[in-house]
């Protein structure tokens, strides 16, 4: 028994790879000439998560990937260490979206640059296994990098009529005199505005970021269905939002534009939206017959 164990130890130890000192030394080396060439890139990141409200949820982008990559340490172990020139390939294009990007002073390019070299520097050095086992993790790094500012302006300006009309249809069926005309809704007694900052971008963003993750886990039809969900979810929270913004001022006058509510639009957004995905997710996970478990 004890031979036995002996050699089924000896067997599970020689199926796990081991990392020679000469390769993790060619690792080291990489790791720093990457982080030397994309500090810059990755300095005004940073500063943009930090002074941009739109985008402070960056800020835990890295680290849910690098949790969702912990989460895959058994599967990148077993996997099979095969180099590819491929992923040289993809490394070198990324190399060259960094460099094309800070000499065209084209940020959004050159962020990009960030997960294409992450992703080619692991296909290259770890090869298809486990690329395919990064690149879920890889591809969630895109969330990290804020819009252009055309394509994010454009999504503001479909957002804020299709958000004015819905309030105002919804705000209209319960019995509130109300004209939409464009961003505007006109109501007796004021007239509102859905600006920028009133579509719900934000929390489109953010939750669109933390949906991903969310159902990451999850099997492959009920994913789908929550994942196409995100950006409806985001747009109702939303309307939902200025319908009771709608509602109050109509009923109890302007004071409630001065209100902690108001003001804290982006984060109500987010908590309302997140939930309702929560809810979406147990309505989805539900069988005829089951009960629900409490929240």
């Known amino acids: 028994m004890n031979l036995n164990a002996r050699l089924v130890l000896t067997k599970t130890e020689e199926a796990v790879p081991k990392l020679s000192q000469s390769t993790f030394a060619r690792v080291l080396l990489i790791g720093v000439l990457c982080g030397a060439a994309f500090y810059p890139t990755v300095v005004g990141l940073v500063t943009e998560w930090w002074t941009n409200p739109f985008y ?39 190399l060259v979206l960094l460099v094309a990007g800070a000499l065209g002073e084209e940020e959004f390019i050159e962020r990009l640059s960030i997960p294409i070299t992450l992703f080619g520097l692991v296909y290259f050095l770890g090869g298809p296994q486990t690329a395919i086992t990064c690149l879920f993790p890889a591809a969630y790094l895109l969330l990290m990098i804020p819009l252009p500012f055309f394509f994010s302006r454009f999504l503001k300006s479909i957002l804020r009529p299709l958000d004015a009309k819905l309030a105002a249809s919804w705000a209209s069926y319960l019995g509130v005199i109300v004209y939409q005309e464009g961003d505007f809704i006109h109501l007796p007694n004021i007239t509102l505005e859905v600006a920028d900052g009133c579509t719900g971008f934000m929390s489109l963003l953010a939750l669109s970021a933390l949906g991903a993750f969310y159902v990451y886990r999850l099997p ?76």
């Open 56 to 94: 402070s949820h960056g800020f835990l982008i890295p680290i849910l990937s690098g949790y969702m990559l912990w989460q895959e340490r058994s599967r990148l172990v077993a996997c099979a260490k095969q180099p590819s020139r491929t992923g040289l390939g993809l490394f070198m294009i990324g």
């Open 220 to 295: 492959g039809k009920k994913k789908l269905i929550l994942w196409v969900s995100v950006v409806p979810i985001a747009v109702v929270a939303n309307v939902i939002r200025i319908l009771v913004i709608v509602l109050v001022v109509y009923y109890s006058g302007e004071w409630f534009l001065d209100s902690w509510f108001h003001h804290i639009q982006g984060t109500s957004n987010f908590l309302f939206g997140l939930l309702l995905l929560v809810l979406l997710d147990r309505a989805v996970g539900m069988r005829p017959g089951t009960k629900a478990e409490p929240l």
